[in-house]
């Protein structure tokens, strides 16, 4: 996923760990991902910042 908390300055990739309701109805993310600067976050992240990342399907086999 990619993930953009508040305030950050650009989308950074995570690593979605876990997902639960929100009390309001809505969801989070468990999300692990690196800053810039090296620093390794693990928060809870509302779904509305996480943006899933666009690949395509694989196909045949991995040696070729």
């Known amino acids: 996923m990619w993930v953009r908390p508040a305030f950050a300055p650009a989308e950074m ?6 997902w ?6 809505g969801w989070r993310a468990l999300v692990t ?4 600067r090296g620093r390794v976050v ?8 996480l943006r899933p990342v666009e690949a ?4 045949g086999s991995a040696y070729g």
């Open 56 to 59: 395509p399907p694989r196909t």
């Open 42 to 49: 693990t928060a809870w992240v509302p779904a509305d910042e």
């Open 13 to 18: 990739p995570g690593l979605v760990l876990e």
């Open 33 to 36: 991902w690196v800053e810039a």
């Open 20 to 25: 639960r309701r929100d009390p309001e109805g």
